[in-house]
């Protein structure tokens, strides 16, 4: 189970918000038009776009279809790299969160998952490493 810090729940949020914006942007879709269209708040999608929050799995599947696009096209992250680097001219390189991407597509598949990550999106990130190492120790303590 992968637990993130602080810095890098912020960071997919921010990548996700801005991912949200540019392929809303490309389609001529505004928030207004999709929060009608998903039955949405539109400050909810307004949160979105701006980081501040990330949509539950059976909402991302909704904005995906809405949208067109894959749950790995909304959760890439663009990383700038070493400003220092001599041989590489161009100082943007994308990575992309593959392993993370198809870990959503089998939460989103899956009902227990999907309550599981709803779940953890409203926890503290202290109660998750709690949840988290209980349930490695119970692992290591079964036959």
């Known amino acids: 189970m992968n637990v993130y810090t602080l810095e ?5 949020r921010n990548a996700f ?7 809303m942007y490309e389609k001529h ?8 269209e998903l039955k949405t708040p ?3 999608i307004s949160g979105w776009i701006n980081g501040k929050r990330i949509p539950r799995a059976a909402s991302i599947e909704k904005v995906c279809k809405y949208l067109n696009c894959s749950q ?8 700038l790299s070493n400003a220092f680097s001599e041989n590489d001219g161009d100082k943007t390189n994308t990575f992309n969160l593959s392993s993370e991407a198809v870990i959503a597509e089998k939460i989103a ?3 227990d ?9 409203v926890s503290r990130p202290e109660d998750i490493r709690l949840v988290a190492e209980t ?3 119970m692992n290591r303590d079964m036959p």
């Open 29 to 36: 879709i505004s928030q207004t038009k999709m929060a009608n």
């Open 113 to 121: 998952l999907r309550s599981l990550f709803d779940a953890a999106i």
């Open 8 to 12: 890098e729940q912020e960071a997919i």
């Open 17 to 23: 918000g801005k991912n949200l914006s540019d392929i």
């Open 109 to 111: 598949g899956s009902y």
């Open 72 to 79: 790995a096209d909304l959760f890439k992250i663009r990383k």
């Open 135 to 137: 349930l490695r120790r």
């Open 42 to 44: 539109k400050t909810t």
